[in-house]
């Protein structure tokens, strides 16, 4: 027992078939998972159990009415061995957001938190120490109650896998400004990290890679007329010196790498705007040669540069600039994460 | 082997323990299912096997990424003991349009309709012959391919459970006219149906109920200005003597039960319209005495008469009428699909 969680350990661990120098993201499992219930009307203690599979009856509501929200996080392990996660807590916090939308009971602060934290103590061993990589956390509650009524389930489980992951893309990439499809309407559930809203983006997102581009850059599916975010990221645009981030709402999820690259940029006297900016704006800046950067932000990739964006038909480069944005406040922000500088802020989270 | 499909039967079956008139809604399930995976790029021969609890990795991406599609059919016992579906094969071509645009791999018809009739054929006693009782069917296709990516699965799994079933609903219901949360974008997912659009549903429809209502009826996502559907029906609005319904669009489900509507009823001789239709002009209808009623259309309820709206906090009552379009159409569609009429249009599929 781990601040009360039971544990139930793995009799057979499999981490000696992994190869921590070749990590792909997020296609290994750690030995073991959290595991929690909802039922009676309330939820159930967490405990540490091999990972193993999920049992559940046709009628689950998880396979009818998409009743699922998620959270990515990761953990690091800097060189002395010590373990870190990045304001955890703004996590647990968005996936009751999240849960409330979905109509899914919210979770106890303590379930996540210290069900967190046993399961990494653990699966230690498992938190990769090689620069580029971490223990990439995924918690997720989903409807395991039965029955094809339309309405919310009488239970739910609420697990945590972990998979040590390297780097999510590589390389800049090219992105599409979606002009037909959208991720999310205005009173809808595009705040929350719900499973359906990543469904929705696939065959979008496979249309543009088809045409050549990577991924999609959603905007507002009124006249598609704002820039809103990517698929996994929020989007930064650097026009001149200024770094422009849309505003969150019900369409946008309040990413925390976002929100945390704004206090960075805000305290290296980057000047930041937080406001619409507008497709037009985007492109204009890029005839006239002030659109210098664009960038996704967050949790997976950190930071991801994109190297040039498609509008109606045309392809638009962006510059190659010796000292970008981009690297430095990565450079920053990740020093953070991995314990390789101070952390004025206070996001760092000691295991 | 009927038509091919392998059927692998029960040694125990469930029916003794059913009470068949008494039935409720999609909460007690036959005794076979019928699976079909897509695995190395392809779909494999589906199965009829005994109804059983389906296991998956806990990285199965239905639980993260909501990529998972449904259907709602019926099956009709008739005096005689003869089965007949109804307008199966929209069903089946719905199911590929909605998995489409989830990036799911699409069925062959066979494997639907021949899967289908080998299942309805092995639990054809727990067809019920009791008045206003069917079997309802729930063909459905999720992800159970593995990973942390947010990117389509390499593996599906379709699957058909049946559950004998009573009515859906049990009287007239008053809905909330939303003014705040929003089913579905343009250019989104609301025309498939696709679980993450129920989920969405859950927690506005919980603060409707809260208010004293039953259903939801949602409009726009831009103004709130447009009558779009309801939770799970589509909407029927008779002013004067004039049935309206809205057009179909990507926000909003291409409803068999509302086109076969809207077919019996210029049969009948009754003035149709399909075009868009305004919460002002319901709401002017409402207060000069020319609304007459509102009735919700899918498969689950067939025809729902709906008994009020409330719309920003004034509430407003339908007429009670002797004769309503309601009853008159509601008679006439479940008369062709339970065989006790002619069946003009060609829509009953007899087993
Ligand atoms: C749709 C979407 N936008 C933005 C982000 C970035 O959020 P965060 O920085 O909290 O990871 C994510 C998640 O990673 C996301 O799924
Ligand atoms: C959102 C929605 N609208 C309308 C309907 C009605 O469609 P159908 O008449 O094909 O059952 C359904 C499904 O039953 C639905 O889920």
Redo the contacts between chains.
């Keep these: 027992m781990i601040n009360d969680i039971e544990i139930i350990k793995t009799e057979a661990t499999k981490i000696n078939e992994v190869d921590f120098d070749n990590l792909a993201?997020?296609?290994v499992?750690s030995d073991h998972?959290l595991e929690c219930d909802f039922k009676d009307g309330k939820w159930h203690a967490p405990k540490v159990v091999p990972?193993?599979?999920?049992?559940?009856?046709?009628?689950?509501k998880?396979?009818?009415?998409?009743?699922?929200v998620?959270e990515?996080m990761k953990a690091y392990k800097d060189a002395k061995g010590d373990v870190y996660l990045f304001r955890p807590l703004e996590n647990f916090k968005r996936l009751n957001i999240s849960s409330?939308?979905?109509?899914i009971p919210e979770l106890p602060e303590s379930y996540f938190m210290d069900g967190l934290k046993a399961l990494l103590e653990v699966d230690k061993a498992w938190i990769p120490q090689q620069e580029g990589s971490s223990l990439?956390i995924?918690p997720?509650v989903?409807?395991s109650g039965?029955?094809?009524?339309?309405?919310?389930a009488n239970a739910y489980k609420f697990?945590i896998?972990t998979?040590p992951s390297g780097a999510y893309f590589s390389g800049k990439v090219k992105v599409l400004i979606?002009q037909?499809?959208?991720?999310?309407?205005?009173?809808?559930?595009g705040f929350a990290k719900?499973?359906?809203?990543?469904?929705?983006?696939?065959?979008p997102?496979?249309l543009a890679v088809e045409k050549g581009y990577q991924q999609v850059i959603w905007t507002d599916?009124?006249n598609?007329e704002f820039i809103e975010e990517a698929?996994?990221m929020n989007i930064f645009i650097r026009i001149n010196d200024t770094l422009i981030t849309g505003p969150t709402s019900d369409r946008i999820l309040d990413g925390i790498t976002r929100k945390s690259i704004i206090d960075i940029a805000n305290a290296e006297g980057i000047p930041v705007e937080v406001r619409k900016i507008s497709v037009h704006e985007v492109v204009e800046a890029a005839k006239n040669g002030t659109l210098k950067e664009m960038f996704g932000a967050g949790t997976a990739a950190v930071i991801s540069p994109i190297s040039g964006f498609g509008y109606k038909d045309s392809d638009y480069d962006l510059p190659e600039l010796d000292n970008t944005y981009a690297n430095r406040l990565k450079k920053i922000i990740t020093d953070i994460q991995t314990n390789k500088s101070e952390d004025p802020f206070g996001w760092r989270y000691k295991l």
């Design positions: 993201f997020g296609s499992f998972m990972y193993h599979p999920i049992t559940l009856d046709p009628s689950a998880i396979f009818h009415y998409g009743q699922s998620f990515g409330k939308r979905l109509a990439y995924r997720f989903f409807a039965n029955g094809f009524h339309a309405s919310p697990v896998c998979a979606e037909t499809y959208s991720r999310s309407a205005n009173g809808g559930v719900a499973g359906g809203n990543y469904a929705g983006q696939f065959y997102t496979q599916d009124t598609h698929g996994a």
